[in-house]
């Protein structure tokens, strides 16, 4: 794998991408982006979304849709998994190595002291300001009341994906308080499109969107989407949309998919056709999430088996249970022995992980990752199939000499990043 340069310059002068211990304060980024003459308040039409789960794939459908319509976007989304040019599209293409450390320098020369996410965001809004682009779509890193990119004063359409339990240290122990955090991107009269929420969830938006004086559009109101015989609907009270089945495996993709419409088609200055729409689920991209490995190391030692290896990316408990979901849904396609190869980092709530996980598969692989959950109370977490090994490799190897036909590594975007290093299918 080649070096990260972009990221070797930003860790150079900024440091860990959230260091500094300091407290949510975003007025060192706003004296650095008034410094660099407010880039973010020169940004293109401006989608703003935060939630939980369902960022990235939301944003991947709305990519590839208005991409499919000729349009051009940016897009800044996290995590990366191999090299920090990921989260930095712009007008369609992934930033050069070159404009981010020329952005970096810039943004170091303001000389205000900034996390390094905080910068990442900083560079997104140069590039986005100084590339003319049809809409910016913009992923919140933490929460959203306090993230960096909250410094966008005036999107034309905030997104809320499904809220539930995640970065309980920073954000808060209870579901209301985490609401609270993702809710605080909504601005006053611009139109804020929600998924299903948990009804804690849901009260608390409701109370900030009419303290702010933001109209929502409620899923299960002012829209719906559902699967029908092997079809996406997407319903709004103007349009209908009648589309294939999403190409990203997994129920909540469904979902997903319907939220990424739903907002495309509230924005008429877009004018979007049918057939964009349906080019786009159909193409989406979003690498790590429910996705097949069919080149590189980890698939060539699952050939000769004639097994499947996913990876999947979910790292909270809302995620293991969607990752269930989509087992449940490939096992309806084609029925298979499956395994489940798993690590997390210890400073998530890897017990919830693996507990909405147990005994979800045939066979539970626990292994350990740097900073990672003990294997040993991992496996004991995920249930009476699972047991532990040394690394991927040999945690793949014994999942495959047990009869494994479906291989899932899951659990950590630090495992999916080792299971996608060799492979050609990072896009």
């Known amino acids: 794998m080649s070096e990260d340069r972009a990221l ?118 140069l590039l986005f300001a100084e590339t003319p682009a049809d809409v910016a779509l913009l992923e919140t890193g933490l929460g959203g009341r306090d993230d960096a990119t909250n410094v966008v004063a005036h999107p034309v359409l905030c997104v809320l994906t499904p809220i539930d339990l995640d970065h309980q240290d920073a954000l808060g122990a209870t579901l209301a308080e985490i609401a609270a955090h993702k809710a605080g991107i909504l601005k006053p009269g611009v139109p804020t499109i929600v998924t299903r929420q ?24 002012a829209w719906d989407a559902f699967a029908q015989n092997g079809r996406l609907v997407v319903q709004t009270e103007t349009r209908m949309l009648d589309l294939p089945e999403p190409n990203l495996v997994g129920a909540h993709q469904v979902d997903n998919a319907g939220l990424a419409c739903t907002a495309l088609l509230s924005l008429a200055r877009l004018s979007i056709d049918d057939d964009a729409f349906a080019r786009g689920v159909t193409h989406a991209v ?10 590189g190391h980890l698939a060539e030692l699952a050939r000769p088996f004639d097994a499947e290896v996913w990876i999947d990316g979910g790292h909270n408990a809302h995620a293991a249970r969607a990752l269930m979901a989509a087992l449940a849904q490939l096992n309806r396609k084609r029925a298979a022995k499956t395994a489940l190869i798993v690590g997390l980092r210890a400073r998530k709530d890897w017990r919830a992980f693996a507990n909405a996980l147990r005994d979800a598969a045939d066979l539970a692989i626990a292994i350990p990752l740097a900073d990672g959950a003990p294997p040993t109370e991992l496996a004991t977490a995920l ?17 495959l000499d047990l009869g494994a036909e479906r291989v899932v590594i899951c659990g950590s975007f630090l495992l999916v990043a080792k299971a996608l290093s060799d492979s050609a299918e990072l896009t």
């Open 286 to 295: 979003w690498p790590g999430r429910m996705q097949r490995l069919t080149h």
């Open 8 to 125: 070797h310059a930003f860790e150079q002068l900024f440091g860990p991408e959230f260091g500094h211990g300091r407290a949510f304060d975003l007025a060192p980024l706003n004296r650095a982006l008034k410094a660099l003459g407010d880039p973010q308040e020169k940004l293109p039409p401006t989608i703003h979304v935060a939630g939980t789960n369902g960022k990235g794939s939301t944003i991947a459908f709305m990519r590839a849709i208005a991409e499919a319509a000729g349009l051009r976007v940016h897009v800044f989304s996290k995590p990366h998994i191999l090299n920090l040019r990921e989260r930095f599209r712009v007008a369609n293409a992934l930033a050069s190595d070159e404009a981010l450390i020329a952005a970096a320098g810039r943004i170091a020369a303001t000389n205000e002291t900034l996390t390094q996410f905080e910068a990442q965001v900083a560079a997104a809004f």
């Open 198 to 221: 948990r009804d804690e969830a849901q009260d608390v938006i409701e109370a900030e969107a009419a303290r702010v004086g933001a109209t929502l559009l409620q899923q299960g109101i």
């Open 383 to 399: 249930g009476a199939h699972a047991k532990t090994a040394s690394d991927l490799d040999s945690a793949m190897q014994n999942a």
